[in-house]
């Protein structure tokens, strides 16, 4: 089974490096990634689909334009990390590397841990593993979401720092 792994187009809190609000709009650039993106995806012959409930993650998905009979689940395990009090908070005034650290829940003690969403993912990605399909998934995404899908395939960092796999609306696959 291949998973293919998209975050969603670029927003205008997310290019001004501020945490986004869970109804924050794709901007003109997401747009545009999001439509171009979706030319390379009707290429991988697609069985089934599953898309983040937050508008960006649904919207960018209906930009891809793909045939209407692939099946949509919206899928709430997939749903980007609850920011909690630090929506709209300059990336700036966080000490990033801690932020999305999988060790640290201390420092951020009113976010949701990157432990918490790690193992969602899991459950997510053990539950797809054990269904012995061979479908060829794509899943519709945010960035905190990516690190921990990468994290299960490749290992957690031993520093826990978070990977850089969350570039808008690039395909990355694994298999599954």
């Not at 927003?11 to 001004?16: A, E, F, L, P, R």
């Not at 945490?19 to 993106?37: F, K, M, R």
């Amino acid at each position: 089974m291949k998973l293919y792994v998209i975050r969603h187009g670029e927003t205008n809190m997310g290019k001004n490096e501020i945490i986004a609000t869970e109804d924050e709009p794709l901007n003109e650039t997401g747009i545009q990634q999001a439509i171009a993106v979706g030319k390379d995806i009707k290429k991988l012959n697609i069985n089934k689909i599953f898309c983040s409930p937050i508008p960006r993650a649904k919207h960018t998905l209906k930009l891809f334009g793909l045939n209407k009979n692939i099946p949509v689940i919206i899928e709430n395990r997939i749903k980007e990390r609850n920011m909690g009090i630090y929506e709209k908070v300059p990336f700036k005034q966080l000490k990033w590397d801690e932020f999305w650290n999988y060790n640290s829940d201390r420092l951020y003690p009113e976010l949701e841990t990157m432990k918490s969403v790690y193992e969602r993912i899991s459950d997510f990605l053990d539950e797809l593993k054990s269904s012995n399909s061979d479908d060829n998934i794509l899943l519709v995404t945010h960035g905190g979401i990516s690190r921990a899908i990468y994290w299960y395939f490749n290992g957690i960092p031993d520093n826990g720092n978070s990977s850089d796999i969350n570039e808008n609306c690039k395909i990355y696959d694994y298999e599954l």
